[in-house]
């Protein structure tokens, strides 16, 4: 059971998500917001950020992953993300994230009577993962890197997990990445040969989005992993 108001604002929503210090907070939020998080925020904010940053995969990376390889959902929340790359190919995919009530709604994702996820693995990206280097194909990841949740110092972990070859499309909050200066690590992964081919595309994170808030766009990092 959640004790969280069905009816709360998005902007109260919003403001207490970007509000977040540190993993306890964040656990505490979603754990209460986990059971209405689709059929309150997403659906009544006409969020369209998991299609974004699924359809960038697509277009870069989705074709390189092989029929017994992975690939990791990072901050996979209540499992849009993956759900939408299952509607797109039959593909292995696991999801992380640091909130055990979310995982347990993305456990209930299923694609033509399939699970969408392999496996779910609770886990604090502002941690070392316990996850072994190159371990996926690829990676993907929707509304962590943001106020509150995550900053850019966990790139370099995403790149860990990440096999040579694989690509990521990493969605960025566009205000947190000005403020938390996304651009300087990754032009330093770039410069350390950990990526290459990295590109920047702006996306919105609902439909309708207005360009001029920062706080409604995302900036998509993908590149691929040496």
Known sequence: MT???????IDDLLTAAYALD???????LY?????????????????VYHDEVVSVFAAYGLDQVGQTEAIADIGCGTGLAGAALRRRRAINIDGIDISPQMLQQAAYKQHHGTAVYRNLIEADLTHPLMIDDDTYAGAVSVGTFTHGHVGPAALAEVVRIVRPGGRAAIGINAAHFATADFGHTLQQLVLASAIINLELIEAPIYDGAEPRNADDIARIATFEVT
């Open 3 to 9: 004790d969280h108001d069905p009816t709360e604002h």
């Open 22 to 28: 540190g993993p306890d907070a964040n656990r505490a």
């Open 31 to 47: 754990a209460r917001w986990a059971d209405t998080y689709e059929s309150g925020f997403i659906a009544d904010s006409k969020y």
